[in-house]
């Protein structure tokens, strides 16, 4: 299946929230040396940094967007799936009455719980024993029952995931809802995900958004957007199928702040661009098709 090479795009993840101010995401990508990582990629493409920095919006636009919705949800437990390196789970559970289990695939947890370990040492960040790290492959459901051990039962969860769908075959889009739909029934609560694509927003792009992609099948040897939905009914229609139900919310309508656009002097017009296909989807078990 090789999900293992997906994880080098939670670096590139890591590298381009650095220029938000997302809390740690400075300090991780400085720590990951996901300088090497960006800039390697752009040799070996022949890229400058302009090809893929205007691309800095969508990563601090998306983490905002996905926190934005758990608080909003009110749960207080949540489980990660494919959290790579964005310590949203650190960051959250400075708040002592949350739970916070971030989980992704074993070497990266293992990488990720020696970075957490390190930044509660040198910024003296005090540890509620409330956020958890876990190995866990998304599709597979067993292992993903056990990720959610920690969380509080009788408490509504919010399950999240943010960046795995677009690199996931659509047989591994539906494994991966089903299984959230079978922790939904067992925990309750909301699956938040800004992650199902639109093959009209995918489909319009720009030479740009073309070549970041190539570097990306390239790295991971998957190709993004396999997955997309028509528009937003076929998303319904797929989910009432799994026995879910959503309601979108799109960042336009209701606009974030965002640092990183400045940051990086990028115009208004490429940041209205990304930011107009960002879209947060909360997911609920349908209770009619029980
Ligand atoms: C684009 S990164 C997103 C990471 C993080 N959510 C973020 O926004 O920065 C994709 C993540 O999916 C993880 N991943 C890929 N396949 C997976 C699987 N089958 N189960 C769990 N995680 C997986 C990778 O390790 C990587 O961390």
Redesign the pocket.
Known sequence: ?G??R??L??R???WM?QFSDIPFAAEVARRLHARETFEALLREHDMEPEDLLWYAPV?EG??RAVERAIRESGAAEVL???????LRGLAMTADPTLTYVE???PE?TEEKAALVAELRRDMALPDHGNLHLAA????DLAQLRAAAAPLRPGQPAAIV????LP?LLPDEVKTLAGNVRELLAELGGVWITPDFALTSDVGDVSERQRRFRAVIAAATERRMHTSTFADEGEVHAFLRGLGLRATVRRVADEPLHLVSPERLGLSRETVEAVVRRLRVWIVTLDAGAR
Do not use: P
């Open positions: 299946m999900f293992e997906i994880s795009t939670a590139l993840a890591a929230r990563f998306r983490y990660e799936l494919a959290s790579g390196l964005s989980s992704d695939l990266l866990a492959d998304a599709l995931s943010e960046g795995l690199y």
